[in-house]
């Protein structure tokens, strides 16, 4: 770490600083992300789209930060960013927008994976963030689960394995540092640890043979990051502390089992499932002490002081140690000199021409059209006839999670139908005359976002499904289980998302002018053995 070469004798406040990433309010530097810089020398900061006006903006807010650490001599630090993809993405206009992770597994091509994590990523580096929060490896294998879902590439290990080894390949080949997460697995949770703790009762033997397997796939293939859950493993910290801050998991398992020697970042702090038990402050200390190296608060400058004052306080106190701080920082620093973070970020008339290029999106919309799913079409309704008046039941767009993003001008199906040539009319599933009227209809496209999760989805689905029959097609933009709440409907389209890209890949396969060429990535069956089934 030539760069670095003297960091062994900076202060104990600079050492801590490099081992956290804050968030921030505001399209341009706060006073208190300034501030945060300039005194602490924070490892890194966050985008959400708070901080997203424009590819520009970004690219000079990225710029901005820069400086302010430079000017200050402190060392660059890590701009992240949550860009997963689909339905988790903070920068969506005048960028590509690449299909989400179950999307991806649909198509069932490594290339598909590696490829959009490539681009995703010279486009983010363009930009000056260099470490994102993706790709996702949790392994999707309980349909209740409110938070993971579709950013799971599949509810199989071997397909999320190789999945992910290939994102993480395309984003470190861009220059970004790849965060695989959430490690040990939050696939199979039916509470969304924003909001709570959700605890796994399973064996260490079953965590070995599926929770674990991608996250082994992604250290062999040299992730640059791992991001921890708040999740309880009885079988791995019989005490009930959170994954994120436990030494039998970080230390125990990741280190010393796995053998990993990446950087560990936790999720964010101010996540209830550690913010109501423990808040940020306790919870950095603890995370610290367990083996993480750095330290993810994402929003209140209080809570993000006192996390920074906690652990150097625990450093004097000697509850925390010296060699414990050290060894996280040499961490960090070898990846910042790794991802070579001192190269002065491009200006932004040599970048903006490689953003969001024709190129780049035609990349895009291959694997999108590539994800689109027949699951059944046993009343042969598809291809949907252009010149039949045809009526859209288009849902309210709710986020499921936190984690969701949602835009409203991404657009209805129906909108995507008529611009294909086809004779529609759309209602929304809220309104009164939704279910009215639909002798007059030949084609009916019944769609659903998360029908399980939102009960006027479903009642609506299965009156339209019932009063209709055969004249009706449901399309899931999102959760393809919810053809386990209207199993008899003749035909059913799933796509795995509802951004423009799908909505447009959707309507071409409905309409016919492309054919279905996605698998399903996980089995819909109404066996679950989870205590989830279609009549809830």
Same mark, same amino acid.
């Given at each position: 770490?030539?760069?670095? @070469?003297?960091?062994?004798?900076w ?34 900061t ?8 424009s ?8 710029? $901005? ?12 630090? %890590?701009? #992240?960013? !949550? ?5 988790? =993405?903070?920068?969506?206009? @005048?960028?590509t ?9 649909? &198509? ?11 681009i ?11 470490m994102n929060y ?8 309980n ?14 290990? !071997? ?22 997460k959430?490690f040990?697995?939050?696939? !199979?949770t ?5 909001? =709570?703790?959700?605890? +796994? ?9 599926i929770?674990?397997?991608? %996250?082994?796939?992604?250290?062999e293939?040299? &992730?640059d990051?791992?991001? &921890?859950? /708040? ?24 280190r ?18 550690? *913010? ?9 200390v603890k ?5 993480a ?5 994402? /929003?209140?400058?209080?809570k ?8 150097a306080?625990?450093?004097?106190s000697g509850?925390?140690?010296?060699e414990?701080?050290?060894e ?6 070898? +990846? $910042? ?8 970020i ?15 999106? #035609? ?10 799913t027949?699951v ?9 006839k252009? *010149?039949v008046? &045809? ?9 499921v999670?936190? #984690? ?6 991404d657009?209805?199906?129906? !909108? ?11 209602? $929304? ?28 989805? $479903?009642?609506?689905a ?8 055969d ?8 959760n ?12 059913y ?8 890209? #799908?909505?447009?890949?959707?309507a ?18 109404? =066996? ?9």
């Amino acid at each position: 770490m030539a760069r670095y @070469g003297d960091w062994k004798n900076w202060d104990l406040k600079q050492k801590i600083g490099q081992l956290f990433v804050f968030g921030f309010n505001g399209f341009e530097p706060t006073e208190e992300i300034k501030g945060l810089i300039e005194s602490y020398g924070i490892g890194g900061t966050i985008y959400f789209t708070r901080n997203v006006e424009s590819a520009q903006q970004v690219h000079g807010l990225s710029v $901005k930060l820069q400086k302010i650490a430079k000017d200050a001599g402190k060392p660059p630090i %890590f701009i #992240a960013i !949550d860009q997963e993809g689909g339905m988790v =993405a903070r920068l969506v206009d @005048g960028v590509t927008l690449m299909p989400g992770n179950m999307a991806l597994g649909a &198509t069932g091509q490594s290339e598909a994976a590696e490829e959009t994590a490539r681009i995703c990523g010279e486009e983010l580096r363009l930009l000056g963030i260099t470490m994102n929060y993706a790709p996702c490896i949790d392994v999707n294998n309980n349909p209740d689960n409110p938070v993971i879902n579709v950013r799971s590439y599949s509810d199989r290990s !071997d397909v999320v394995s190789r999945l992910g080894v290939a994102a993480v390949q395309g984003y470190q080949s861009a220059g970004v540092a790849a965060t695989v997460k959430h490690f040990p697995g939050h696939g !199979d949770t039916s509470v969304d640890s924003h909001h =709570a703790l959700p605890v +796994l009762p399973h064996s260490r033997e079953r965590l070995d043979a599926i929770e674990l397997l991608p %996250f082994q796939a992604a250290i062999e293939a040299g &992730t640059d990051c791992i991001m &921890t859950a /708040h999740v309880c493993l009885p079988a791995l910290e019989p005490s009930g502390v959170p994954s994120t801050l436990s030494e039998n998991v970080l230390t125990g398992l990741l280190r010393k089992e796995l053998g990993y020697d990446g950087v560990v970042v936790t999720d964010c702090l101010e996540m209830s499932a550690i *913010d109501e038990f423990y808040g940020p402050a306790q919870g950095a200390v603890k995370a610290i002490k367990a083996g993480a190296d750095m330290v993810l608060v994402s /929003h209140r400058i209080e809570k993000q002081v006192a996390a920074l004052e906690a652990v150097a306080a625990a450093v004097e106190s000697g509850e925390l140690s010296m060699e414990r701080i050290d060894e996280a920082v040499g961490r960090v620093l070898k +990846l $910042k000199e790794k991802r070579q973070l001192e190269q002065p970020i491009e200006p932004w008339e040599n970048v903006k021409d490689a953003i969001g290029t024709t190129s780049n999106k #035609a990349v895009a919309a291959k694997w999108s059209e590539a994800s689109v799913t027949l699951v059944k079409n046993e009343g042969a309704s598809l291809p949907l006839k252009r *010149d039949v008046q &045809t009526l859209v039941l288009w849902p309210d767009i709710v986020p499921v999670s936190v #984690a969701d993003e949602m835009l409203s001008g991404d657009g209805t199906l129906g !909108d995507f139908l008529k611009h294909y040539g086809a004779n529609v009319v759309e209602r $929304k599933m809220n309104s009164e005359d939704a279910l009215q009227g639909l002798d007059e209809f030949e084609q009916i496209v019944v769609v659903t976002y998360d029908a399980s999760k939102h009960p006027l989805e $479903k009642d609506v689905a299965r009156e339209a499904v019932k009063l209709a029959g055969d004249r009706v097609v449901a399309v899931s933009v999102r959760n393809p289980l919810d053809l386990l709440l209207y199993p008899e409907v003749k035909s059913y389209l799933a796509v795995y998302e509802c951004r423009p890209l #799908a909505l447009s890949s959707a309507a071409k396969v409905l309409l016919g002018d492309l054919k279905a060429a996605g698998t399903l990535p996980l089995e819909i069956s109404p =066996a679950y053995p989870f205590g989830w089934s279609a009549q809830q």
